[in-house]
T-cell receptor
Framework: GNSVTQMEGPVTLSEEAFLTINCTYTATGYPSLFWYVQYPGEGLQLLLKATKADDKGSNKGFEATYRKETTSFHLEKGSVQVSDSAVYFCALKSSYNTDKLIFGTGTRLQVFP | EAQVTQNPRYLITVTGKKLTVTCSQNMNHEYMSWYRQDPGLGLRQIYYSMNVEVTDKGDVPEGYKVSRKEKRNFPLILESPSPNQTSLYFC??????????????FGPGTRLTVL
């Protein structure tokens, strides 16, 4: 079945460090891929998405590229800020079951000044 | 403002006492869903609804009920809560109709503790 695997956290970084959070997926067909972010005490917000192979999603300095050959959608940011501290979820939607989101387990990011 | 609202945000209750968590969206979305979030497990879908009067089980439906009498509302009902239902619950909605790239919009969450 369809699934998403994320690296375990927490990821602890100093401000201005480079961030990578790994995400790989298993899916039939051609899924859409998403990164959602959950700030403390809040619900999930869409951070970025990509709908086909080689697409790059980007927002707020974060980027992720849909790599079909490696079934990956790693999240990157060149210089993190304290305000980026949150839990990040990778998710997919299958092209067959078009409404259901399948989530990874989430990765907590902690950024220190 | 387009949003999904949930009430209550926090609830502490006792085993067996029926409760309802409300969810409402103002975006005219067809598809609505309930998730629970537990440490190390991510978000798991409880129930979903494709439209009014159409509901179906997600991955972890045991112990929950839902109804969809109006398009905007999708309440989650725990008829006899148990401690293993202590969790953080999220309601979400999205436009339906086969657009698999559509994002889901999430409510702020309801933290439920069952003693």
């Amino acid at each position: 079945g369809n699934s998403v695997t994320q690296m375990e956290g927490p990821v602890t970084l100093s401000e201005e460090a480079f961030l990578t959070i790994n995400c790989t997926y298993t899916a039939t067909g051609y899924p859409s891929l998403f990164w959602y972010v959950q700030y403390p005490g809040e619900g999930l917000q869409l951070l970025l998405k990509a709908t086909k192979a080689d697409d790059k999603g980007s927002n707020k300095g974060f980027e992720a590229t849909y790599r079909k050959e490696t079934t990956s959608f790693h999240l990157e940011k060149g210089s993190v800020q304290v305000s980026d501290s949150a839990v990040y979820f990778c998710a997919l939607k299958s092209s067959y079951n078009t409404d259901k989101l399948i989530f990874g387990t989430g990765t907590r990011l902690q950024v220190f000044p | 403002e387009a949003q999904v609202t949930q009430n209550p945000r926090y609830l502490i209750t006792v085993t067996g006492k029926k409760l309802t968590v409300t969810c409402s969206q103002n975006m005219n979305h067809e598809y609505m869903s309930w998730y629970r979030q537990d440490p190390g497990l991510g978000l798991r879908q409880i129930y979903y609804s494709m439209n009014v009067e159409v509901t179906d089980k997600g991955d972890v439906p045991e112990g929950y009920k839902v109804s969809r009498k109006e398009k905007r509302n999708f309440p989650l009902i725990l008829e006899s809560p148990s401690p293993n239902q202590t969790s953080l619950y999220f309601c979400a909605s999205t436009p339906s109709g086969g657009a698999y790239y559509n994002e889901q919009f999430f409510g702020p969450g309801t933290r439920l503790t069952v003693l």
